[in-house]
């Protein structure tokens, strides 16, 4: 059965304090690892795809690695509007095209 | 362009009364999802549609749950006999399918279904 684990479950930050969020994962072969942003009340915000070990993607103050157990998202400098809820999913390389997701990390980052 | 978008925004219900819940995918994706996110849990999934295959109904929980897609566009998701277990957010995405594609999946802003 295809798993995604999140941590840590939620996570206060100082204004420009960097950190890294986790999504360690068990699937039968990986077809791609999506990050999503929620904020409260809405659908989730697409942010990255990573197909392969070694992949990065950057976004503003986001980074996003892959290897081939687990992702991380890094926030560098992160201002109070990071504040949210971030998605870690995966889907799978069997012709199923659902996304199987993790639990989240709230983040939340004080002024 | 114009977003994934779905209505109601929100549903209030009595226990056993039926629902019905719409999707307006993104003009020209031809794969909708249907997924559900119940407090404290994650997002789970329901139903997929891609074109004129038959579709994924896997992750629908029983068979009070159902849903079509007419004209491979809107998308109506029906819960029969509602519990109050089926309260939750329920949430549409879309996204360009075709086999072999890596495509992305964009979510509407979803349905939030209270049962009283």
């Known amino acids: 059965e295809d798993q995604v684990t999140q941590s840590p479950e939620a996570l206060r930050l100082q204004e420009g304090e960097s950190s890294s969020l986790n999504c360690s994962y068990t699937v039968s072969g990986l077809r791609g690892l999506f990050w999503y942003r929620q904020d409260p009340g809405k659908g989730p915000e697409f942010l990255f795809t990573l197909y392969s070990a070694g992949e990065e993607k950057e976004k503003e103050r986001l980074k996003a690695t892959l290897t081939k157990k687990e992702s991380f998202l890094h926030i560098t400098a992160p201002k109070p509007e990071d504040s949210a809820t971030y998605l870690c999913a995966v889907q799978v390389d069997t012709g199923r095209r659902a996304l199987t997701f993790g639990s989240g990390t709230r983040l939340q980052v004080q002024p | 362009g114009a977003g994934v978008s779905q209505s109601p925004s929100n549903k209030v219900t009595e226990k056993g009364k039926d629902v019905e819940l719409r999707c307006d995918p993104i003009?020209?994706?031809?794969?909708l999802y249907w997924y559900r996110q119940s407090l404290g849990q994650g997002l789970e999934f329901l139903i997929y549609?891609?074109?004129?295959?038959?579709?994924?109904k896997s992750g629908l929980p029983s068979d009070r749950f159902s849903a079509e897609r007419t004209g491979g566009s809107v998308s109506t998701l029906t819960i029969q006999r509602t519990q109050q277990e089926d309260s939750a957010v329920y949430l549409c995405?879309?996204?360009?399918?075709?086999?072999?594609?890596?495509?992305?999946?964009?979510f509407g802003p979803g349905t939030r279904l209270t049962v009283l």
């Open positions: 549609f891609q074109g004129n295959s038959a579709p994924d």
């Open positions: 003009s020209g994706h031809t794969a």
């Open positions: 995405a879309s996204s360009t399918g075709g086999a072999g594609v890596r495509d992305t999946q964009y």
